[in-house]
């Protein structure tokens, strides 16, 4: 069965501390990897996509790469707007099974503090 | 250009009820999907649409439903409402895989 995995559940950082976030994937034939910020009651908001292992992309303070099994969110000096809810999903090369359908990770709560 | 059009932002339902969600993609865009998102669940796929076609379906009751118009605007419709369907309803617009960008989300409460 396909699934996606991330880690941790929760995480509180300062101002200033780097860290990852890590989405972990068992799945047949990826064609993309997705990751979303989420700030509550609001909808997903695109961040970036891999489609290869050993693609990397960044924007400001992010950084996410990946590998055959697993990508990784590098938050560099994380600032307390960067608080909210990071989601992984990912998209399958499975045909008309895969139309559409994104398979999530259950996200990882961001917490930074000043 | 403008983003995912989601209406209503917020419905309260009674059980039994039935509701209609309304989603406008992006322009230009033809396929529409929607999720359910649930604290417990977290996000699932509900269906595809692209051309007015339901081309994926995900596994939700048969009180499910959607259709695409011909300007690819999609509505999504749940009969007999449960509580268990209280969520937070999310469509997702996108170029044939490209990209999906979400709308902000209809909160549906079901009392």
């Known amino acids: 069965e396909d699934q996606v995995t991330q880690s941790p559940e929760a995480l509180r950082l300062q101002e200033g501390e780097s860290s990852s976030l890590n989405c972990s994937y068992t799945v047949s034939g990826l064609r993309g990897l997705f990751w979303y910020r989420q700030d509550p009651g609001k909808g997903p908001e695109f961040l970036f996509t891999?489609?290869?292992a050993g693609e990397e992309k960044e924007k400001e303070r992010l950084k996410a790469t990946l590998t055959k099994k697993e990508s990784f969110l590098h938050i560099t000096a994380p600032k307390p707007e960067d608080s909210a809810t990071y989601l992984c999903?990912?998209?399958?090369?499975?045909?008309?099974?895969?139309?559409?359908?994104?398979?999530f990770g259950q996200g990882t709560i961001l917490t930074v503090h000043p | 250009k403008a983003g995912v059009t989601q209406t209503p932002r917020y419905l309260i339902k009674t059980r039994g009820q039935q509701v209609t969600l309304s989603c406008s993609p992006i322009?230009?865009?033809?396929?529409v999907s929607w999720y359910q998102q649930t604290p417990g669940q977290g996000l699932q796929f509900l269906f595809e649409y692209f051309s007015e076609t339901q081309r994926n379906k995900g596994n939700f009751p048969g009180r499910f439903s959607g259709r695409q118009f011909s300007n690819s605007r999609s509505e999504m419709n749940v009969s007999t409402l449960e509580l268990g369907d209280s969520a937070l309803y999310l469509c997702?617009?996108?170029?044939?895989?490209?990209?999906?960008?979400f709308g902000s989300g209809t909160r549906l409460t079901v009392v």
């Open positions: 891999l489609y290869s």
């Open positions: 997702a617009s996108s170029l044939e895989g490209s990209g999906y960008t």
């Open positions: 999903a990912v998209l399958l090369n499975a045909g008309g099974t895969s139309y559409g359908k994104l398979t």
């Open positions: 322009s230009g865009h033809r396929s």
